[in-house]
């Protein structure tokens, strides 16, 4: 079912967030504060995602979106892409049984194509096998970003409407990379860097953002419960004033 969105409707507004974006910064800065490779951050970031996988089944939320590999990161030095490409592949390995014996559906979005074919296979049969479950989904952006993923969507809708002079917003959501999930209530970025850099532009319009300095790897339980306070003491008003917040609601 397609989303729809924030700037279009007022979503409902919960206590704990439905959906949570990270950018899981700071594997790296993490590893050389320990004189380790830069890789042995990106491992132990691995521990990181599977601990705040279970603490976000256990808070009741619904969508986990992670940052794990931009579109810009081919940029880096070609032994660490190699090395987080290896990664991947070990993790999609020895998690994937893992969370479907949770009731985690997998999803991974962004531009496959530059992967390799053994990647890409893991990746589809990792979809398929995880595709019923709804105690969590995890959608993992993998050579994503957020141009990207608008670009896409338009060619996608200009295709199927070739002789349309104009279109609407709600034509282009079901064509983005992430119309089956709600767009995130929270966005957290780990690292102390203070950027969207490219991640769900179109999405994060009305997300409350939340920035902490901790590296990815140190980002615990007690980490993620300080952020989801911090979202509670947020006022969601969606263009309302904050007297609409105060007013009963009509029964029907």
């Known amino acids: 079912m397609t989303q729809s969105s924030s700037t279009q409707q007022v979503p409902v507004v919960s206590a704990v967030p439905n959906h949570i974006a990270i950018i899981m910064d700071g594997n790296g800065r993490w590893a050389t504060k320990r004189f380790l490779p830069r890789v042995a951050g ?38 660490e892409v190699s090395l987080l490409m290896r990664l991947f592949i070990t993790a999609l390995d020895r998690e994937v049984s893992r969370m479907h014996a949770n009731g985690i559906r997998l999803k991974v979005v962004g531009d496959l194509s530059r992967f390799d074919a053994k990647l890409q296979s893991m990746i589809a049969q990792a979809e398929r096998k995880t595709a019923a479950n709804k105690r969590l989904t995890v959608t993992i952006c993998a050579n ?19 002789d349309a002079t104009a279109f609407s917003e709600d034509q282009l959501t079901p064509h983005l990379s992430m119309a ?14 203070q950027r969207i850099s490219n991640f769900l532009l179109w999405q994060l319009a009305y997300t409350e953002l939340y920035f902490t300095e901790t590296f990815w790897p140190d980002f615990d339980l007690n980490k993620l419960d300080d ?6 003491q947020r006022e969601r008003r969606f263009g309302r004033t904050s007297e609409q917040l105060l007013e009963p609601k009509i029964q029907t």
């Open 227 to 232: 952020a989801i306070a911090s979202y509670q």
């Open 144 to 162: 994503y970003g957020g141009r990207w993923d608008v670009m896409q969507g338009v060619n996608k809708m200009v295709a199927l409407h070739p």
């Open 42 to 79: 990106h491992a132990k970031g691995v521990e990181a995602v599977r601990n705040i996988v279970e603490a976000c089944i256990e808070r009741g939320v619904e969508f986990l979106t992670l940052f794990a590999f931009s579109s810009e990161n081919w940029r880096r030095p070609a032994d």
């Open 180 to 193: 089956y999930a709600p767009e995130p209530d929270l966005f957290i970025r780990t690292g102390g860097e």
